[in-house]
């Protein structure tokens, strides 16, 4: 493994343009459950039923039982070492961007500026009858946070049959294209178009750099170099490999 992280790093900083996707794989340290290991979400809550659009609106208060339970778990949760660690690379000018599927907003609590939420993000609620938005936070106190014009409200997070906001889409799109050095960690590349990226980054040369606790279909396929672990172990040390190879540079 050293021999790779050492590897990992000075392609880290070679490269003008990384990037890094990023799946919740790399909050579960932070105590929020992933959604298919053993144990994920998606084995409590089946995701037909509660994370598509058409289960929203046919059945909004049963959706709401298991936002309500996600929102008690990220309300608790801090950035982990993962997060911080990418925010130093950030500051060392070795990483670029974060694309992620999470809304949880660690990478942002963890330091980092440039982040593009591709599954939309929590902070905000909408009404799908007349458009109007809030913030949660205004509405933490109502179980089912309800719209001045009775609707109950849905967060801003990107549902199962709803199109990723097109800007995040075209961004990634473009990030992924012209990137030198991919950083993909803690995602099973289970969902598109997320999953995409990858395989875009790489048919334009992009270094596909994984860090994951097990093999993806990404890893026999794309993957140039897999770190296999945790990724608050194996951040925070990558981070170190990259200080010393610019050190001997
Ligand atoms: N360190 C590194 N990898 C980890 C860790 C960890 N501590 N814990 C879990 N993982 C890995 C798992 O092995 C798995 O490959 O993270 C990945 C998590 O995969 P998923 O649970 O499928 O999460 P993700 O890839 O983010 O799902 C994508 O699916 O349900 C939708 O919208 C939801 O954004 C989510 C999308």
Not at 69 to 84: F, G, T, W
Not at 112 to 126: C, F
Not at 160 to 170: C, Q, T, V, Y
Not at 235 to 243: K, N, Q, S
Request: charged share 25%; proline share 4%; net charge negative.
């Amino acid at each position: 493994m050293i021999g790779m992280l050492k590897k990992a790093a000075e392609i880290l900083v070679l490269s003008k343009r990384t990037i890094a996707l990023t799946g919740a794989g790399i909050s579960v340290e932070s105590g929020i459950p992933d959604f298919r290991s053993a144990g994920g979400l998606w084995e409590k809550f089946d995701p037909a039923e509660y994370a598509t659009i058409d289960a929203f609106r046919a059945n909004p208060e049963k959706v709401w039982e298991m936002l309500r339970e996600m929102e008690a778990i990220v309300l608790q949760a801090r950035p982990n070492k993962a997060h911080i660690g990418l925010g130093e690379l950030e500051k060392m000018k070795c990483l670029h961007y974060i694309i992620t599927q999470n809304v949880d907003n660690l990478h942002q609590e963890g330091g980092a500026k440039n982040v593009i939420e591709y599954h939309g993000n929590s902070a905000t609620l909408s009404c799908l009858t007349c458009g109007r938005h809030y913030n949660a936070s205004e509405k933490r106190e109502e179980y089912l946070p309800t719209c001045r014009c009775g609707t109950i409200l849905k967060p801003d997070v990107i549902f199962f049959g709803e199109a990723i906001p097109a800007k995040a889409m075209n961004r990634s799109f473009q990030l992924a294209s012209a990137a030198e050095a991919l950083l993909v960690i803690g995602t099973s590349a289970a969902v598109s178009p997320a999953n995409t990226i990858p395989g875009v980054a790489k048919q334009n040369g992009a270094r596909i750099i994984e860090i994951n606790k097990e093999e993806t279909h990404l890893t026999s396929s794309i993957t140039d170099i897999f770190l296999q672990g945790s990724a608050g172990d194996i951040v925070p040390r990558l981070v170190e490999e990259v200080r010393g190879v610019r050190e001997q540079a």
